[in-house]
């Protein structure tokens, strides 16, 4: 205790966090890096691979539900006439009275000199290995620090014929230069973790999402931060995940970080705690707004709202834009929406360069009036603006935990095949016909549904039940994760969660905190912060036993919080 009282935070956060990695995985981007960052590491949570088969997807993601129904597209035109009541801007189909500019040329009306800049395009990646003469020189380059290319590539030994030149494509290629591969290519892009889940499908089956979590985060720690496999017995990890996932979910992660990446021990902390300690608060209502994920919103879902209002409106390019084939368009709209976007009253207009691509030929650039900026963000308040681009969920067998932490089935009778030995049972679920006999305890998927997110603040708020816990929460509302960077939302979030409350709520003032550091990576530093003070390290569990043993029975000490893994569910207690 008298080393805490003399030592200084810098000092604290060198020592104990020189060994300490956290993983804060998400949708679109992992972050990643060594307790004792200020930041960590933000790479894009993909991965490509080179592939022969025919035919050839370009995305391993095929579950997203592009079209969009009569009824669907009803709501959606009906939620936008909503929201342009509130932003008093025309509705959908209205024409701006008294304006004599045609619609394609009208005015910049909303213009915001910041996002004048003219942004680069993307190029597309180079998906061949370096002619070996060169490597020598590549090396030499790399040394003095001017080598900065791909996030990512790593090589393959097998050789392909192209022409009367030999051609080797790399075998898999990370991060964004995976995004930036051409259609044309024999690559197919996978990404493990999409809305909130692992992105289990017929079409990705789970050895695949894990091989693909074990292949993204084995580089990451190898090229990025330097750490070898052989050294990572002298690291601890810290697991900081979205409240999305179910405590299988996360058992596998677990697996991979300790069987697969071999860390010496890890613990699990939700993101909603871990950025609250991120951001030095004791009492928060934490709103995690990821890629794909706000409580109940699929969010990615405003970049492609942005595309399908300007679309409407007749002023996007006549180019072929398809995020769902080309995952290079859907970085492109992504880049639009966080320079252009914000969330303000009136028409919100600005001049932008959109860039097409098209097969392996250079980007084209297109000067384009964008307009409505203000529309797609206010998807987060009006959900059914997003409909159509809507996930079914993973197959319900996914949520059969036979090794559920957080109910209460340990010590219940389960009828055993007399012809079956004990060794028949392991500690992983994995051989679906040994429990042919067993009862089903399905555990409860989470209930997403389709609510705003005034809605969503305000009823988890109110389910506390103490008013003055309440009036606390109300005014301690935090935004963490990229798409609370968004300008314009901290004002619109405090109206429209005051407007939410009911007037029968002793309730009058409605605050978002302000953050004190990036929202983007809130909740990395937190996990940090949180392993960095956890001294006793009581819950943390060990690679040895965890591959031995997996998981035990706790003397009183199983968590019940929730029929989802809490902050620190995952305990480990040695046997």
Same mark, same amino acid.
């Given at each position: 205790m008298d080393y805490l009282k003399t030592v200084v935070p810098s000092q604290l956060l060198s020592e104990r966090g020189s060994n300490l990695v956290v993983i804060n995985p998400g949708s679109a981007n992992i972050r990643i890096g060594l307790a004792s960052q200020d930041t960590p590491l933000n790479i894009a949570h993909c991965i490509a691979r080179h592939t022969t088969q025919v035919p050839r997807r370009n995305v391993q993601d095929q579950l997203l539900n592009s079209q969009v129904s009569t009824a669907q597209y009803m709501e959606r035109e009906k939620a936008y006439d909503t929201i342009a009541s509130f932003l008093k801007i025309p509705f959908l189909d209205e024409e701006v009275a008294n304006n004599s500019y045609p619609r394609k040329m009208g005015r910049v009306d909303g213009y915001n000199p910041q996002n004048s800049r003219k942004e680069p395009a993307f190029d597309w990646t180079d998906v061949y290995e370096k002619d070996p003469s060169s490597s020598s020189s590549l090396e030499s380059s790399e040394n003095k620090g001017t080598a900065s290319e791909a996030l990512g590539q790593l090589e393959d030994e097998n050789t392909e014929e192209l022409g009367s030149s030999k051609h080797k494509y790399k075998k898999v290629i990370f991060g964004e230069e995976a995004q930036k591969i051409s259609p044309m290519a024999p690559y197919t892009l996978r990404r493990p973790i999409r809305?909130? @889940?692992?992105?289990?499908?017929?079409?990705?089956?789970?050895?695949?999402?894990? =091989?693909?979590? @074990? !292949?993204? $985060?084995?580089?990451?720690?190898? #090229?990025?931060? @330097?750490?070898?496999?052989? =050294? /990572?017995?002298? *690291? %601890?990890?810290?697991?900081?995940?979205? #409240?999305?996932?179910?405590? /299988?979910?996360?058992?596998e992660l677990l697996s991979i970080v300790l069987r697969d990446l071999r860390f010496s021990s890890a613990v699990v902390h939700q993101e909603g705690l871990a950025a609250a300690f991120g951001n030095g608060l004791s009492t928060a209502c934490v709103v995690k707004m990821g890629a794909q994920v706000t409580s109940v919103i699929c969010v990615e879902d405003i970049s492609r709202c942005f595309l399908w209002t300007q679309r409407h409106h007749q002023t996007w390019p006549q180019i072929r834009t398809d995020m769902f084939a080309k995952p290079i368009d859907l970085l492109m709209l992504n880049r639009l929406k966080e320079s252009y976007c914000e969330i303000k009253e009136g028409e919100l207009d600005a001049v932008g360069i959109v860039h097409s691509y098209e097969d392996d030929l250079p980007a084209g650039s297109h000067k384009t009036r964008l307009t409505a900026l203000n529309v797609p963000p206010m998807g987060l308040f009006f959900p059914m603006l997003l409909v159509p681009d809507a996930y079914p969920p993973p197959p319900?067998?996914?949520?059969?935990? *036979?090794?559920?932490?957080? #109910?209460?089935?340990? @010590?219940?009778?389960?009828?055993? /095949?007399? =012809?079956?030995?004990?060794?028949? *049972?392991?500690?992983?679920?994995?051989?679906?016909?040994? $429990?042919?006999? *067993?009862?089903?305890? !399905? %555990?409860?998927?989470?209930?997403? #549904?389709?609510?705003?997110? !005034?809605?969503?603040?305000?009823?988890?708020?109110?389910s506390t039940g103490r008013i003055d816990l309440q009036r606390k929460l109300f005014c301690s509302i935090q935004l963490v994760g990229g798409v609370a960077l968004t300008r314009g939302l901290v004002p619109a979030v405090e109206e429209r969660v005051l407007h939410t409350i009911p007037s029968n709520e002793a309730i009058d003032t409605v605050e978002v905190l302000q953050p004190r550091a990036n929202p983007t990576f809130v909740s990395w530093k937190g996990g940090a912060i949180l392993g960095i003070l956890d001294f006793g390290r009581d819950a943390w569990i060990h690679r040895d036993d965890w591959i031995r043993n997996g998981i035990h029975i706790g003397s009183g000490r199983k968590y019940k919080d929730s029929y989802f893994l809490q902050a620190q569910a995952m305990c480990y207690i040695n046997s």
């Open positions: 809305r909130g @889940h692992l992105n289990i499908s017929q079409h990705y089956p789970m050895q695949q999402v894990l =091989e693909d979590v @074990h !292949a993204i $985060w084995d580089f990451i720690l190898t #090229e990025k931060l @330097h750490i070898p496999l052989r =050294e /990572r017995n002298m *690291y %601890a990890a810290m697991l900081v995940v979205p #409240e999305t996932f179910d405590s /299988r979910e996360i058992k319900s067998v996914w949520f059969r935990d *036979y090794e559920d932490m957080l #109910e209460d089935t340990w @010590h219940m009778e389960f009828p055993r /095949r007399p =012809e079956m030995p004990d060794g028949m *049972y392991p500690s992983m679920n994995v051989g679906y016909p040994m $429990w042919d006999n *067993y009862p089903v305890f !399905a %555990a409860k998927p989470k209930k997403e #549904e389709k609510v705003g997110l !005034a809605e969503a603040i305000t009823s988890s708020i109110l």
